[in-house]
Nanobody
C-alpha cells in the first residue's frame, strides 16, 4: 500500500509545520528525511503502544503522533531550522523496523513532502 504524505511547505526559521501520512496501520511507522546530496536520515519512529523515539537533532522540537481513528500519522515540527530543510518521507514496516534507524528496515514508503526552512 502506498503511503501518502502531505503538509510540507516553506517557512522561516523558528516556524512550524505539521506533516501527515496515511495510512498508518503498520506495526512500526517512522519519518526519514533526505537533503540534496545527503543520505536518507532517520528522524523518528514509533511502535504501536510505545512512545516515539527521536533523533538527537530533532528531539524537543518534533513530535510524532498517531490518530488510529483516522489511520494517520503526524509529525509536528516546531522551532524549525534551515538545516531541517529536506524531503520528508513517511515509512512503515514490521517489528524489525520498530527500533531501527535504517531505511532498509522499512518496507513501505511515501513519495515524500518537501520542507524548506529559510533563515
Amino acid at each position: 500500500v502506498q503511503l501518502v504524505e502531505s503538509g510540507g511547505g516553506s517557512v522561516q526559521a523558528g516556524g512550524s509545520l505539521r506533516l501527515s501520512c496515511a495510512p498508518s496501520g503498520y506495526t512500526c511507522m517512522g519519518w526519514f528525511r533526505q537533503a540534496p546530496g545527503k543520505e536518507r536520515e532517520w528522524v523518528t519512529n514509533i511502535h504501536e503502544g510505545d512512545k516515539p523515539i527521536y533523533a538527537g537533532s530533532v528531539k524537543g522540537r518534533f513530535t510524532l503522533s498517531q490518530d488510529n481513528a483516522k489511520n494517520t500519522l503526524y509529525l509536528q515540527m516546531t522551532s524549525l531550522k534551515p538545516e531541517d530543510t529536506a524531503m520528508y518521507y513517511c515509512a512503515g514496516g514490521g517489528s524489525v523496523a520498530c527500533f531501527s534507524t535504517r531505511p532498509t528496515d522499512f518496507y513501505y514508503w511515501g513519495q515524500g513532502t518537501q520542507v524548506t526552512v529559510s533563515s
